[in-house]
Protein backbone atom coordinates (compact mmCIF):
# COMPACT_ATOMS: atom_id res chain seq x y z
CA UNK A 1 0.00 0.00 0.00
CA UNK A 2 1.80 3.22 -1.25
CA UNK A 3 1.63 5.94 1.81
CA UNK A 4 0.81 3.20 4.18
CA UNK A 5 2.32 5.15 7.49
CA UNK A 6 0.56 8.01 6.23
CA UNK A 7 -2.51 6.37 5.91
CA UNK A 8 -2.19 5.64 9.45
CA UNK A 9 -1.64 8.68 10.88
CA UNK A 10 -4.65 10.12 9.14
CA UNK A 11 -6.65 7.20 10.69
CA UNK A 12 -5.90 7.40 13.96
CA UNK A 13 -6.10 11.24 13.84
CA UNK A 14 -9.82 10.82 12.38
CA UNK A 15 -10.77 8.40 14.96
CA UNK A 16 -9.33 10.60 17.95
CA UNK A 17 -11.13 13.44 16.36
CA UNK A 18 -13.93 11.14 16.08
CA UNK A 19 -13.86 9.88 19.92
CA UNK A 20 -13.32 13.89 21.39
CA UNK A 21 -16.43 15.09 19.04
CA UNK A 22 -18.48 12.27 20.93
CA UNK A 23 -17.08 12.82 24.52
CA UNK A 24 -17.62 17.17 23.83
CA UNK A 25 -21.30 16.54 22.51
CA UNK A 26 -21.71 14.39 26.14
CA UNK A 27 -19.90 16.56 27.99
CA UNK A 28 -21.96 19.47 26.56
CA UNK A 29 -25.60 17.85 27.60
CA UNK A 30 -24.32 16.71 31.08
CA UNK A 31 -22.69 19.56 32.49
CA UNK A 32 -24.28 22.45 31.26
CA UNK A 33 -27.56 20.81 29.74
CA UNK A 34 -29.99 18.67 31.89
CA UNK A 35 -28.51 15.57 30.85
CA UNK A 36 -30.59 12.89 29.25
CA UNK A 37 -33.71 11.63 29.15
CA UNK A 38 -37.00 10.87 27.19
CA UNK A 39 -39.98 12.79 28.78
CA UNK A 40 -40.35 15.85 26.20
CA UNK A 41 -38.37 18.49 28.10
CA UNK A 42 -34.72 19.52 27.79
CA UNK A 43 -33.25 16.16 28.52
CA UNK A 44 -35.03 14.76 25.88
CA UNK A 45 -34.11 16.97 23.18
CA UNK A 46 -30.17 16.26 23.92
CA UNK A 47 -30.26 13.25 22.53
CA UNK A 48 -30.39 14.98 19.14
CA UNK A 49 -26.58 16.13 19.17
CA UNK A 50 -25.23 13.55 21.16
CA UNK A 51 -27.13 10.87 18.36
CA UNK A 52 -25.91 12.98 15.31
CA UNK A 53 -22.68 13.34 16.63
CA UNK A 54 -22.65 9.44 17.44
CA UNK A 55 -24.31 7.93 14.68
CA UNK A 56 -24.45 10.20 11.75
CA UNK A 57 -21.05 11.71 11.94
CA UNK A 58 -18.71 9.73 13.49
CA UNK A 59 -19.69 5.77 13.23
CA UNK A 60 -21.06 6.88 9.22
CA UNK A 61 -17.63 7.90 8.93
CA UNK A 62 -16.02 5.27 9.77
CA UNK A 63 -18.40 3.47 7.79
CA UNK A 64 -16.99 5.24 4.67
CA UNK A 65 -13.46 4.11 5.17
CA UNK A 66 -13.70 0.65 6.02
CA UNK A 67 -13.19 -0.43 2.49
CA UNK A 68 -9.88 1.64 2.81
CA UNK A 69 -8.61 -0.08 5.74
CA UNK A 70 -5.41 -2.25 4.36
CA UNK A 71 -5.41 -5.42 7.06
CA UNK A 72 -9.00 -6.09 6.18
CA UNK A 73 -8.14 -6.52 1.80
CA UNK A 74 -7.50 -10.04 2.23
CA UNK A 75 -10.98 -10.78 3.65
CA UNK A 76 -13.93 -11.61 1.39
CA UNK A 77 -15.16 -8.51 0.20
CA UNK A 78 -18.99 -9.65 0.99
CA UNK A 79 -17.75 -9.30 4.97
CA UNK A 80 -16.58 -6.09 4.48
CA UNK A 81 -20.05 -5.01 3.18
CA UNK A 82 -21.66 -6.06 5.63
CA UNK A 83 -19.51 -4.34 8.00
CA UNK A 84 -20.31 -1.28 5.98
CA UNK A 85 -23.86 -1.89 5.40
CA UNK A 86 -24.38 -2.21 9.20
CA UNK A 87 -22.18 0.67 10.78
CA UNK A 88 -24.85 2.29 8.39
CA UNK A 89 -27.63 0.90 9.19
CA UNK A 90 -26.84 1.54 13.17
CA UNK A 91 -25.50 5.04 11.75
CA UNK A 92 -29.60 5.75 10.38
CA UNK A 93 -31.29 4.05 13.26
CA UNK A 94 -29.53 6.54 16.18
CA UNK A 95 -30.30 9.46 13.36
CA UNK A 96 -34.19 8.71 12.87
CA UNK A 97 -34.35 7.96 16.83
CA UNK A 98 -32.60 11.80 17.21
CA UNK A 99 -35.29 13.69 14.73
CA UNK A 100 -38.19 11.83 16.91
CA UNK A 101 -36.28 13.53 20.18
CA UNK A 102 -36.35 16.91 18.75
CA UNK A 103 -40.01 16.49 16.91
CA UNK A 104 -41.17 15.30 20.81
CA UNK A 105 -39.96 17.80 22.35
CA UNK A 106 -41.15 20.51 19.88
CA UNK A 107 -44.96 19.10 20.54
CA UNK A 108 -44.81 18.98 24.41
CA UNK A 109 -42.82 23.04 23.73
CA UNK A 110 -45.78 24.04 21.17
CA UNK A 111 -42.81 24.91 19.42
CA UNK A 112 -42.82 24.93 15.24
CA UNK A 113 -41.79 22.00 13.12
CA UNK A 114 -39.49 22.70 10.04
CA UNK A 115 -39.01 26.39 10.08
CA UNK A 116 -35.04 26.63 10.14
CA UNK A 117 -32.78 25.68 7.09
CA UNK A 118 -30.84 23.28 9.67
CA UNK A 119 -34.03 21.68 9.60
CA UNK A 120 -34.87 21.11 6.19
CA UNK A 121 -31.31 19.97 5.25
CA UNK A 122 -30.95 17.96 8.11
CA UNK A 123 -34.49 16.40 7.11
CA UNK A 124 -33.25 15.96 3.55
CA UNK A 125 -30.02 14.42 4.38
CA UNK A 126 -31.66 11.55 6.36
CA UNK A 127 -33.93 11.35 3.48
CA UNK A 128 -31.30 10.43 1.03
CA UNK A 129 -29.46 8.66 3.46
CA UNK A 130 -32.15 6.08 4.27
CA UNK A 131 -32.86 5.70 0.24
CA UNK A 132 -28.93 5.41 -0.24
CA UNK A 133 -28.85 2.67 2.26
CA UNK A 134 -32.02 1.05 0.39
CA UNK A 135 -30.76 1.40 -2.37
CA UNK A 136 -27.38 0.04 -1.33
CA UNK A 137 -28.55 -2.93 0.26
CA UNK A 138 -30.75 -4.08 -3.12
CA UNK A 139 -28.46 -3.35 -5.41
CA UNK A 140 -24.33 -3.89 -3.85
CA UNK A 141 -25.85 -6.67 -1.09
CA UNK A 142 -28.04 -8.51 -2.44
CA UNK A 143 -27.06 -11.17 -5.54
CA UNK A 144 -29.94 -10.31 -7.78
CA UNK A 145 -28.40 -6.95 -9.34
CA UNK A 146 -26.08 -7.50 -12.54
CA UNK A 147 -23.06 -6.82 -12.65
CA UNK A 148 -23.69 -3.82 -15.15
CA UNK A 149 -26.00 -2.54 -13.53
CA UNK A 150 -23.38 -2.06 -10.29
CA UNK A 151 -20.60 -0.89 -12.28
CA UNK A 152 -22.69 1.73 -13.61
CA UNK A 153 -24.45 2.51 -10.42
CA UNK A 154 -21.02 2.42 -8.05
CA UNK A 155 -19.97 5.81 -8.66
CA UNK A 156 -23.59 7.82 -8.16
CA UNK A 157 -23.27 5.75 -5.02
CA UNK A 158 -20.12 6.85 -3.78
CA UNK A 159 -20.25 9.94 -4.60
CA UNK A 160 -23.93 10.65 -3.01
CA UNK A 161 -22.66 8.92 0.27
CA UNK A 162 -19.59 11.35 0.45
CA UNK A 163 -21.71 14.16 -0.28
CA UNK A 164 -24.69 13.15 2.20
CA UNK A 165 -21.67 12.87 4.69
CA UNK A 166 -20.95 16.44 4.33
CA UNK A 167 -23.66 17.66 4.37
CA UNK A 168 -24.24 16.01 7.62
CA UNK A 169 -21.31 18.00 9.28
CA UNK A 170 -22.79 21.23 7.59
CA UNK A 171 -26.20 20.52 9.17
CA UNK A 172 -24.50 19.67 12.04
CA UNK A 173 -22.31 22.95 12.67
CA UNK A 174 -25.75 25.20 11.88
CA UNK A 175 -27.30 22.98 14.58
CA UNK A 176 -25.01 23.82 17.15
CA UNK A 177 -25.07 27.30 16.22
CA UNK A 178 -28.91 27.22 16.55
CA UNK A 179 -28.78 25.87 19.48
CA UNK A 180 -26.38 28.05 21.62
CA UNK A 181 -27.87 31.34 20.17
CA UNK A 182 -31.36 30.28 21.44
CA UNK A 183 -30.27 28.76 24.66
CA UNK A 184 -27.62 31.39 25.83
CA UNK A 185 -29.75 34.31 27.33
CA UNK A 186 -27.59 35.34 30.32
CA UNK A 187 -24.83 35.15 29.57
CA UNK A 188 -25.53 35.70 25.96
CA UNK A 189 -23.48 33.66 22.93
CA UNK A 190 -21.88 36.73 21.74
CA UNK A 191 -19.81 37.17 25.03
CA UNK A 192 -18.39 33.74 23.79
CA UNK A 193 -19.68 32.18 28.04
CA UNK A 194 -17.48 28.56 28.84
CA UNK A 195 -20.33 26.40 27.28
CA UNK A 196 -20.35 28.62 24.05
CA UNK A 197 -16.42 27.58 23.78
CA UNK A 198 -16.92 24.65 24.34
CA UNK A 199 -19.76 23.89 21.71
CA UNK A 200 -17.79 25.83 19.05
CA UNK A 201 -14.78 23.73 20.35
CA UNK A 202 -16.76 20.48 19.00
CA UNK A 203 -17.64 22.14 16.14
CA UNK A 204 -13.97 22.54 15.39
CA UNK A 205 -13.24 18.77 15.99
CA UNK A 206 -16.36 17.69 13.70
CA UNK A 207 -15.25 19.59 11.04
CA UNK A 208 -11.87 18.14 10.92
CA UNK A 209 -12.74 15.03 11.71
CA UNK A 210 -14.89 15.02 8.81
CA UNK A 211 -11.98 16.14 6.50
CA UNK A 212 -9.52 13.32 7.07
CA UNK A 213 -12.53 10.96 6.47
CA UNK A 214 -12.97 12.54 3.26
CA UNK A 215 -9.40 12.95 2.71
CA UNK A 216 -8.93 8.91 3.33
CA UNK A 217 -11.77 8.19 0.91
CA UNK A 218 -11.28 10.04 -1.47
CA UNK A 219 -7.45 9.41 -2.56
CA UNK A 220 -7.25 6.60 -5.20
CA UNK A 221 -3.87 4.76 -3.90
CA UNK A 222 -5.50 4.06 -0.58
CA UNK A 223 -8.56 2.05 -2.77
CA UNK A 224 -9.20 -1.62 -2.03
CA UNK A 225 -7.45 -3.37 -4.74
CA UNK A 226 -9.87 -5.22 -6.79
CA UNK A 227 -10.18 -9.57 -5.94
CA UNK A 228 -8.51 -11.94 -7.96
CA UNK A 229 -11.72 -13.94 -8.81
CA UNK A 230 -13.16 -10.98 -10.21
CA UNK A 231 -11.01 -10.31 -12.73
CA UNK A 232 -12.12 -13.25 -14.70
CA UNK A 233 -13.94 -12.24 -17.09
CA UNK A 234 -16.41 -14.44 -19.60
CA UNK A 235 -16.62 -13.79 -23.14
CA UNK A 236 -20.01 -11.57 -22.66
CA UNK A 237 -18.14 -9.09 -20.58
CA UNK A 238 -19.37 -10.83 -17.47
CA UNK A 239 -18.34 -12.68 -14.56
CA UNK A 240 -18.33 -16.75 -14.41
CA UNK A 241 -21.26 -17.93 -12.93
CA UNK A 242 -20.53 -18.45 -9.19
CA UNK A 243 -17.12 -16.54 -9.42
CA UNK A 244 -18.02 -13.42 -7.55
CA UNK A 245 -20.43 -15.37 -5.08
CA UNK A 246 -17.43 -18.00 -4.34
CA UNK A 247 -14.71 -15.54 -3.99
CA UNK A 248 -17.37 -13.09 -1.62
CA UNK A 249 -17.79 -15.80 0.79
CA UNK A 250 -14.20 -16.79 1.54
CA UNK A 251 -13.11 -15.24 4.90
CA UNK A 252 -9.33 -13.89 6.05
CA UNK A 253 -8.37 -18.05 6.95
CA UNK A 254 -9.16 -19.00 3.73
CA UNK A 255 -7.37 -16.50 1.59
CA UNK A 256 -4.51 -17.16 3.52
CA UNK A 257 -5.46 -20.72 2.69
CA UNK A 258 -5.66 -19.95 -1.22
CA UNK A 259 -2.28 -18.73 -0.64
CA UNK A 260 -0.60 -21.68 1.09
CA UNK A 261 -1.88 -24.15 -1.56
CA UNK A 262 -0.91 -21.78 -4.83
CA UNK A 263 2.77 -21.76 -3.18
CA UNK A 264 2.85 -25.35 -2.57
CA UNK A 265 1.61 -26.13 -6.11
CA UNK A 266 4.05 -23.64 -7.65
CA UNK A 267 6.80 -25.33 -5.31
CA UNK A 268 5.20 -29.09 -6.89
CA UNK A 269 5.93 -27.68 -10.18
CA UNK A 270 9.36 -26.95 -9.86
CA UNK A 271 9.92 -30.24 -8.40
CA UNK A 272 8.61 -31.96 -11.36
CA UNK A 273 10.69 -29.65 -13.43
CA UNK A 274 13.98 -30.49 -11.98
CA UNK A 275 13.05 -34.37 -11.47
CA UNK A 276 12.33 -34.03 -15.55
CA UNK A 277 15.94 -32.34 -15.70
CA UNK A 278 17.31 -35.23 -14.06
CA UNK A 279 15.41 -38.09 -16.11
CA UNK A 280 16.53 -36.46 -19.37
CA UNK A 281 20.19 -36.19 -18.14
CA UNK A 282 20.64 -39.78 -17.38
CA UNK A 283 19.53 -40.53 -20.44
CA UNK A 284 22.32 -39.50 -22.46
Not at 64 to 77: E, H, N
Not at 78 to 98: D, E, R, Y
Not at 122 to 143: D, E, R
Request: charged share 15%.
Amino acid sequence: MEGYRLFLVLLVSALLFGFLSVLFALVWVFHYREGLGWDGGSAEFNWHPVLITTGFIFIQGIAIIVYRLPWTWKCSKLLIKFIHAGLNTIAMILAIVSLVAVFDFHNAKNIPNMYSLHSWIGLTAVIFYSLQLVLGFAVFLLPFAPASLRASLMPIHIYSGLLIFATVIATALMGFTEKLIFALKNPAYSTSPPEAILVNTLGFLVLIFGALILWMATRPHWKRPPEQNSKIQQPNGGTPEGTEEESTMTDCSNTDKSDVEFNSEAAARKRNLKLDEVGQRSTM
